[in-house]
């Protein structure tokens, strides 16, 4: 079988897996899908963090007219099928008792335990493993996960509206910069990330909600720094609606681990020490929430200082047609450019930090 019938196979795992995105976390999104002879038999994808993986769910899905078809079926499976008990059996298992005797995979698993281990645990029992078919998509797709297993912080996403001219906004004056299409993106982007952290001069000034409201899904964790404790309870934030955390240096109660399933929430406390360093701690105390992912909405100083600090792996810059005779100007990003993109009469610029790659 060819190699382009490898990657049609292999994108339509990519397509599975991005239907579990937003829900995964802080798993990586998988598709795998199952094939007889140029057929195919069975498909799934990882629907939620701590449910069946996507292999578990392709070979549930062969109907049992076909069953006896699977020792002479391949399965294709976007990420390396892992190896180790985590909060479900390992998906090796599943494939040699299944009798699957050919895998192909776009990239491994960079998760301790797995990376490549997966692929040797088969290939000692004797399955055929074909890997890095389309592998830069197939890193891409798992970008967020392996950040957060490698880096052992979230994956940070900075995100931010400028004008033509290159300003921010005005300084102590709400003012949005991009249309109502763009708007509805940016919820988007919302609902797929685990949490959303703003600076207490936003949350003054523009007094957001940070939720997902002009798209399906979750609403992200909603954090805000506020060092003094200065930001007033009437603002939407505190309204309980989502889980909150502020992050400050005179804490009122501890960040409490009970997870709490329906509003009202309680508003969450973590103190710091914002004379030291005190980013990686806020980073490190995420990864043990397993919040894998992290959208940095501004302002300009606190992303300026996620910027500083090498901290932060891709940017999602919108330019909104506008022009302001004066403002607070816009961070400046060094990054690659992965993309631009039109909406509507905005433009949306995505950069990555390849040194964090």
């Not at 578990?56 to 892992?82: D, G, I, R």
């Not at 890193?139 to 994956?155: G, I, K, S």
């Not at 105390?285 to 300009?300: C, F, R």
Request: hydrophobic content about 40%.
């Amino acid at each position: 079988m060819g190699m382009n019938n490898h990657e049609r196979y292999i994108r339509r795992c990519f397509d599975l897996a991005i239907t579990g995105a937003g829900s995964v976390s802080p798993n990586p999104m998988v598709g795998a899908v199952i094939v007889h002879e140029n057929r195919i038999i069975g498909e799934g994808f990882h629907r939620r963090y701590g449910q069946a993986h996507a292999e578990v769910n392709a070979v549930q899905s062969v109907s049992p007219a076909n069953q006896h078809l699977l020792p002479q079926s391949t399965l294709y499976v976007s990420l390396e099928p892992c190896c180790i008990f985590g909060r479900t059996p390992p998906c090796t298992d599943l494939i040699l008792r299944s009798g699957i005797p050919k895998v192909v995979i776009s990239c491994l698993d960079q998760t301790p335990g797995v990376a490549g281990q997966g692929v040797q645990v088969l290939r000692e029992r004797g399955v055929e493993v074909i890997t890095g078919v389309l592998e830069t998509q197939g890193q891409e797709l798992a970008r967020f996960r392996n950040t957060f297993v490698r880096r052992q912080r979230p994956y940070i996403v900075l995100k931010f509206a400028q004008t033509l001219n290159g300003y921010i906004g005005q300084p102590d004056q709400a003012m949005p910069i991009s249309n109502k299409l763009t708007q509805r993106w940016v919820h988007k982007w919302r609902s797929e990330v685990d949490a959303i952290l703003v600076g207490t001069q936003t949350a003054l000034v523009d007094d957001p909600q940070l939720t997902n409201r002009l798209y399906f899904g979750k609403s992200p964790l909603r954090i805000v720094l506020d060092r003094t404790l200065r930001l007033p309870p009437t603002l939407r934030l505190f309204d309980q609606s989502q889980p909150t955390l502020v992050v400050t240096e005179n804490a009122k109660s501890p960040a409490s681990a009970d997870l709490i399933d329906r509003p009202p929430y309680p508003i969450q406390y973590l103190s710091l020490d914002f004379n030291e360093i005190w980013l990686p701690k806020l980073l490190h105390y995420l990864y043990e929430q397993k919040i894998s992912t992290l959208l940095v909405e501004g302002g300009a100083q606190l992303l300026q200082f996620f910027i500083e600090n090498g901290s932060w792996d891709e940017a999602l810059v919108l330019v909104g047609n506008r022009v302001l005779p004066q403002g607070v100007p816009a961070p400046r990003v060094a990054g690659v450019l992965k993309g631009h993109y039109k909406v509507g009469d905005d433009l949306l610029f995505r950069y990555q930090n390849v040194e964090n790659r």
